[in-house]
């Protein structure tokens, strides 16, 4: 089975201030990772993907995350906050070995205070 | 290059009434993905589909709920005798390993409302 955690319902950072949101996941195998973003009633928006290769992954938006396989963590760091990050971040997991299916976490809030 | 469509956005139904929802993917993607979003909570997954073949079920899928890619184009998901319980956002989703790397490409999801 796998599984993925966001330990934080809720993140609010000073515009300016580097953010990160954490994530850990659960996998028998090795993992593909993402991140996904969504503004209220809107889809998701993907961000960026950890699939192989180079631990720290670089997206839209001047997001990146870093893949640390021995803390099971995909965590997503952006240096300086825009007010206009204020969103719903979900970060997902899928076993490479396994099913085509994401598993998502809960979602973080996060909250850019100008 | 258009995103994954869906139609319609948002639907108001009645208890034990049928509905429709329609997802044209990205196209020439291969992979087509249906999930479900309740308040408060991450997508859960639905249903699979690799070309017209549908793959996978999540036991979420009770047996009022019907898939279909009939020509490994657009696909429907059917609901009958709606519940209240169903409300909720449907999101659709692609993929292709070839076109996009085995990232997932969303919608911009349906609501229904069933009241």
């Known amino acids: 089975a796998q599984s993925v955690a966001q330990p934080e319902d809720q993140v609010n950072v000073a515009e300016g201030n580097p953010l990160t949101v954490k994530c850990t996941y659960s996998?028998?195998?090795?993992?593909?990772l993402f991140w996904y973003v969504q503004y209220p009633n809107r889809g998701l928006q993907f961000l960026l993907k950890y699939i192989t290769g180079d631990n720290l992954v670089k997206g839209s938006y001047g997001f990146e995350a870093e893949f640390n396989k021995s803390q099971t963590s995909f965590h997503l760091k952006k240096p300086s906050a825009l007010v206009s990050d204020s969103a719903l971040y979900f970060c997902?997991?899928?076993?490479?070995?396994?099913?085509?299916?994401?598993?998502f976490g809960t979602g973080t809030r996060l909250t850019i205070i100008p | 290059d258009t995103g994954v469509s869906q139609d319609p956005r948002h639907k108001i139904t009645k208890r034990g009434q049928n509905v429709t929802f329609r997802c044209d993917p990205i196209s020439e993607h291969n992979r087509l993905y249906w999930y479900r979003q309740t308040l408060g909570q991450g997508p859960e997954f639905l249903t699979y589909f690799q070309n017209e073949a549908q793959l996978e079920k999540s036991r979420l899928l009770s047996d009022r709920f019907s898939a279909e890619r009939p020509k490994g184009s657009f696909s429907t998901l059917e609901i009958q005798r709606t519940e209240q319980g169903d409300s909720a956002m449907y999101l659709c989703?692609?993929?292709?390993?070839?076109?996009?790397?085995?990232?997932?490409?969303f919608g911009e999801g349906s609501w229904l409302t069933v009241v």
């Open positions: 996998v028998s195998g090795n993992p593909y």
């Open positions: 997902a997991v899928r076993d490479i070995l396994g099913n085509e299916k994401l598993t």
């Open positions: 989703a692609s993929s292709s390993v070839v076109n996009s790397g085995n990232t997932i490409y």
